[in-house]
Structure formats: structure tokens, C-alpha cells
């Protein structure tokens, strides 16, 4: 435990005797065993999962179903090992579940993951704005997303007012055809309501 953790190998180094001796039959008498506690862990089955990874006789995967923990866990007790496999679980899947991929690179400063996140998290924002998990994202990042996604619509309703086929005409059949015109404007202001993100067009936004 203590080559895994800095935080372990403090506590190990600086452990004394419980108060409460245990009594050893073997050799008749009380053994003065250092005691830990470890402060706000409620439940011992997900450190239990954490101690199985380090510890290469259980194989335990990093999945979305404890992701969370191990990242608090390894964060918590400065776990190097946990900490770097539950970042590349993240660097792989988190096209899987962008928006809670999101959440944790925003708590934990993994600024790859949170960049590239951010790019699927905007291609659906009005639904992920609806979750109770967007409202758990830090202040600074929801607002960075709203502010981002404003402007962005702001943008796609001035493009659609400009008349960019004033005067165009591709073919000699069109001269006198109003209506060409209004089904090339139609098309126009149908496509640039698609999403555009990560597109030139829109780093320029």
C-alpha cells in the first residue's frame, strides 16, 4: 500500500498502537498492532475493488459503473497507478458518455478529456442541458457552454438572413425564375441550422 500511495505510506510511517490490545494465543500474550482509519469512506467495498487492482492477483476493470470512485479514491490517497488508468479508461471511452466524461475531466483538470468532451456534449446541448448532471458541472464550465452555445445560434440565425443568391445565376433557364432562388435560400437556412461544431466555419464564431 504504501509504494501505491504517498498518502499511505505517511500514515504507515507515522501509525501507532490501538489503545485496545489484541490478545495473540499463539504466544500468550498482546499484540500492540497499529491501527488506521481511514476518514470519510462510508463503504469498504469500493476501496475493497481498488485495493484488487493494485494487487495483481484480481484483475478488476475500470468501467463507468466505478470510474467515479477510483478516481476519488486515487485522487484522495495520491494513487498514481489509479489515477492513470482510470484517466486512459476515460481517454478511450468517452465518446460513450461525453457529458459524464465531462464532469469528472472538469473535477480532476484533465484538459484533453474535458476539450474533446465538450466538442460531443455541444453537438447535443439542448438535451444535456436538460440533465441534472449538466447542473452538476462546476459554474465555470456550464456557463462557459451556455455563453459558447449562445453565440453559436446567434451566428447561425444572422447567417441565415444574409440573401446569398441575390444576382446568381447558373444556368440561362433561371433569369426569370423567382423560385429558384427561394428554394436555394430554403436549402441555405436549412443546413446551417445543423450542427457545424468543430468545423472551420465555426472556430471562426
Known amino acids: 500500500m504504501g509504494l501505491a500511495s504517498k498518502v499511505f505510506q505517511d500514515m504507515f510511517d507515522c501509525a501507532t498502537p490501538s489503545s485496545q490490545n489484541d490478545y495473540n494465543n499463539n504466544n500468550g500474550i498482546y499484540d500492540k498492532i497499529p491501527e488506521l482509519t481511514l ?3 462510508s463503504t469498504a467495498l ?3 475493488d481498488v485495493l484488487s487492482f493494485i494487487y495483481p492477483n484480481t484483475f478488476i476493470p475500470i468501467g463507468w459503473n466505478n470510474v467515479s470512485e477510483f478516481l476519488r479514491i486515487a485522487d484522495k490517497y495520491m494513487m498514481d497507478s489509479v489515477l492513470s488508468a482510470s484517466k486512459t479508461f476515460l481517454e478511450r471511452e ?10 469528472l475531466a472538469d473535477i480532476y483538470l ?4 474535458y476539450k ?6 455541444f453537438e447535443k446541448f439542448p438535451d444535456y442541458k436538460r ?3 449538466f447542473q452538476e458541472l462546476s459554474i465555470i464550465t456550464r456557463s462557459k457552454l451556455i455563453n459558447q452555445y449562445t453565440k453559436y445560434t446567434n451566428a447561425l440565425q444572422k447567417l441565415s438572413k444574409i440573401d446569398f443568391t441575390s444576382g446568381y445565376l447558373h444556368c440561362t433557364e433561371c433569369s ?8 436555394i435560400n ?17 472556430e471562426k464564431i
Open 110 to 113: 484533465f484538459r484533453e478529456i
Open 94 to 103: 468517452f465518446r460513450k458518455k461525453p457529458l459524464y466524461a465531462l464532469y
Open 116 to 121: 474533446e468532451s465538450t466538442k460531443l456534449v
Open 46 to 48: 469500493t476501496f475493497e
Open 176 to 183: 426569370s425564375s423567382l423560385n429558384h432562388n427561394n428554394e
Open 131 to 133: 440533465t441534472n448532471l
Open 39 to 41: 476518514e470519510g469512506e
Open 186 to 202: 430554403k436549402k441555405f437556412s436549412e443546413r446551417v441550422r445543423q450542427s457545424i461544431y468543430g468545423s472551420s466555419t465555426f
